[in-house]
């Protein structure tokens, strides 16, 4: 697949993939390390827990290296926060300080740009005791947690995201184990959007003080954004689609990028007299804050129709990229014109395109591909070889649909799929393998955790020596 016609990636263009520290690391209370609600969380059966995972905490060098084999630009990846403050709060653990320190001195070794997330689906297990995202304290923490990253790491690490999939934290938190609805709560769509809005508020205060800190570092969010269609040009559906969209979407960066509410989610949530509570100076603090570009997270795009009156309220259904949608608001359908994973995840990389327009269009600032990927089960054959062309059929399919909004006016910074390496899924364990590095373990038998580069990892490699050029297999 050769791409002369439209325009070229950008010279300095982040080529990499992305982790996340519970998902990948491994040692979970090793070192100091204090439990994540991730740790403490009910496993799902018949999936692995978070002890070791890719035992990317003691294989980080390997990782690394191969990472720099396949000609890695950047590296996103995740800092847990309990290994940095085991309570949350309080004392610094000094050996999660050197782990990362070693981590990203790794990267910079191979020329390697470290992005790192601030916070990745994993609140401290003490500080889920003090009511976690529903206690307003949850503001202070995590720019106290900020500030000790930027204190400790901002001298190499010029890009940052605040936090992970916040759209998905609000919309699915419970069934990612990191939403907690206080006892006794009787009205929950508004406890859940009093804890997003705590999340807003800090992240607004963690890009204010980013920039004061690191005057020469950039950071965004990272939210995962998702382009809603209407099912059919009926009318009703075309405002089905305008409603989740501001939902699932708008609502984050509308917030992130101009400080304001947005206006469609907030006469929604008035309905139900669910609207979130400021404190003091939250006004002041969302419109200080200023992006310099948008992480965001894309898997699919979503279809939905007018709700006849069949969906019931439920301010928690549904998963990460499936619901059947919000009463009166809009009613979730099948998208027919687009194929599945294995796993049911619908494949649009035509909708990729579209949504990186309508982002761009909405907010002019360039965009940083945070995820994006293909999970699938990865065969070992017996001499050591990863056959994935499923894998690089769909990342030639999605990086084409880059190029393709590059040409049409898109600001593009990288392209940082997931993952890096295999790790542990959130909902079905070490199955359901997305890496270009494959891990040498199943489920239960952490086997011998060898590392070998999969087809789509030698196929990444060429792309990226080609600067995108060359998609071809």
Same mark, same amino acid.
């Given at each position: 697949?050769?791409?002369?016609?439209?325009?070229?990636?950008?010279?300095?263009?982040?080529?990499?993939?992305?982790?996340?520290?519970?998902?990948?690391?491994?040692?979970?209370?090793?070192?100091?390390?204090?439990?994540?609600?991730?740790?403490?969380?009910?496993?799902?059966?018949?999936?692995?827990?978070?002890?070791?995972?890719?035992?990317?905490?003691?294989?980080?060098?390997?990782?690394?290296?191969? &990472?720099?084999?396949?000609?890695?630009?950047?590296?996103?990846?995740?800092? $847990?926060?309990?290994?940095?403050?085991?309570?949350?709060?309080?004392?610094?653990?000094?050996?999660?300080?050197?782990?990362?320190?070693?981590?990203?001195?790794?990267?910079?070794?191979?020329?390697?740009?470290?992005?790192?997330?601030?916070?990745?689906?994993?609140?401290?297990?003490?500080?889920?005791?003090?009511?976690?995202?529903?206690?307003? /304290?949850?503001?202070?923490?995590?720019?106290?947690?900020?500030?000790?990253?930027?204190?400790?790491?901002? /001298?190499?690490?010029?890009?940052?995201?605040?936090?992970?999939?916040?759209?998905?934290?609000?919309?699915?938190?419970? #069934?990612?184990?990191?939403?907690?609805?206080?006892?006794?709560?009787?009205?929950?769509?508004?406890?859940?959007? =009093?804890?997003?809005?705590?999340?807003?508020?800090?992240?607004?205060?963690?890009?204010?003080?980013?920039?004061?800190?690191?005057?020469?570092?950039?950071?965004?969010?990272?939210?995962?954004?998702?382009? #809603?269609?209407?099912?059919?040009?009926?009318?009703?559906?075309?405002?089905?689609? =305008?409603?989740?969209? $501001?939902?699932?979407?708008?609502?984050?960066?509308?917030?992130?990028?101009?400080?304001?509410?947005?206006?469609?989610?907030?006469?929604?949530?008035?309905?139900?007299?669910?609207?979130?509570?400021?404190?003091?100076?939250?006004?002041?603090?969302?419109?200080?804050?200023?992006?310099?570009?948008?992480?965001?997270?894309?898997?699919?795009? $979503?279809?939905?129709? $007018?709700?006849?009156?069949?969906?019931?309220?439920?301010?928690?259904?549904?998963?990460? =990229?499936?619901?059947?949608?919000?009463?009166?608001?809009?009613?979730?359908?099948?998208?027919?014109?687009?194929?599945?994973?294995?796993?049911?995840?619908? @494949?649009?990389?035509?909708?990729?395109?579209?949504? @990186?327009?309508?982002?761009?269009?909405?907010?002019?600032?360039? &965009?940083?591909?945070?995820?994006?990927?293909?999970?699938?089960?990865?065969?070992?054959?017996?001499?050591?070889?990863?056959?994935?062309?499923?894998?690089?059929?769909?990342?030639?399919?999605?990086?084409? =649909? @880059?190029?393709?909004?590059?040409?049409?006016?898109?600001? &593009?910074?990288?392209?940082?799929?997931?993952?890096?390496?295999?790790?542990?899924?959130?909902?079905?364990?070490?199955?359901?393998?997305?890496?270009?590095?494959?891990?040498?373990?199943?489920?239960?038998?952490?086997?011998?955790?060898?590392?070998?580069?999969?087809?789509?990892?030698?196929?990444?490699?060429?792309?990226?020596?080609?600067?995108?050029?060359?998609?071809?297999?």
């Amino acid at each position: 697949m050769k791409n002369e016609k439209l325009a070229s990636f950008p010279e300095n263009f982040f080529w990499g993939a992305s982790t996340s520290a519970y998902q990948v690391e491994g040692a979970n209370l090793e070192d100091g390390k204090g439990p994540s609600c991730q740790d403490v969380k009910e496993v799902p059966e018949g999936t692995s827990d978070l002890t070791v995972c890719a035992d990317h905490y003691h294989h980080y060098k390997e990782d690394i290296a191969l &990472m720099a084999e396949m000609g890695f630009k950047s590296y996103r990846f995740s800092i $847990a926060w309990t290994r940095i403050l085991p309570e949350g709060t309080g004392e610094i653990n000094q050996k999660g300080i050197d782990f990362y320190n070693d981590l990203i001195n790794e990267c910079l070794k191979y020329g390697i740009e470290p992005i790192v997330t601030m916070f990745h689906f994993d609140m401290p297990a003490a500080l889920d005791k003090r009511g976690s995202w529903s206690n307003p /304290d949850s503001v202070e923490w995590f720019v106290n947690f900020a500030s000790i990253l930027f204190q400790n790491f901002g /001298d190499r690490v010029k890009y940052w995201l605040t936090i992970n999939e916040q759209n998905m934290l609000t919309l699915v938190g419970p #069934v990612i184990g990191t939403l907690t609805i206080p006892e006794g709560t009787t009205n929950v769509l508004k406890e859940i959007y =009093q804890q997003n809005h705590h999340m807003l508020v800090a992240q607004a205060k963690a890009m204010v003080l980013c920039h004061e800190m690191l005057p020469e570092a950039k950071i965004g969010p990272a939210p995962n954004i998702s382009l #809603v269609y209407p099912a059919t040009c009926k009318p009703e559906d075309v405002i089905a689609a =305008q409603n989740f969209n $501001a939902i699932r979407n708008w609502l984050y960066l509308d917030m992130a990028v101009y400080g304001i509410y947005n206006a469609i989610v907030w006469n929604w949530l008035k309905k139900y007299d669910a609207t979130p509570t400021f404190a003091p100076g939250d006004e002041d603090a969302m419109k200080n804050a200023h992006p310099d570009f948008i992480g965001f997270n894309y898997y699919n795009t $979503a279809t939905v129709a $007018a709700d006849d009156g069949s969906i019931p309220f439920d301010p928690i259904g549904g998963d990460q =990229q499936n619901s059947n949608g919000i009463a009166g608001m809009y009613k979730s359908v099948r998208n027919e014109y687009l194929g599945k994973t294995e796993f049911g995840w619908e @494949i649009d990389p035509v909708g990729f395109r579209a949504t @990186i327009r309508e982002m761009y269009s909405r907010y002019h600032l360039p &965009m940083l591909v945070t995820e994006n990927g293909l999970g699938a089960y990865d065969t070992l054959t017996e001499d050591g070889k990863i056959h994935d062309q499923y894998r690089i059929k769909y990342l030639q399919d999605h990086i084409h =649909q @880059i190029q393709e909004a590059i040409n049409d006016g898109a600001e &593009m910074l990288g392209y940082n799929p997931w993952s890096a390496i295999d790790l542990i899924s959130t909902h079905e364990g070490m199955k359901k393998r997305y890496g270009f590095i494959y891990v040498d373990r199943d489920e239960f038998d952490l086997g011998t955790l060898k590392r070998y580069l999969k087809d789509s990892g030698y196929w990444y490699k060429k792309v990226i020596a080609s600067n995108g050029a060359d998609l071809s297999d």
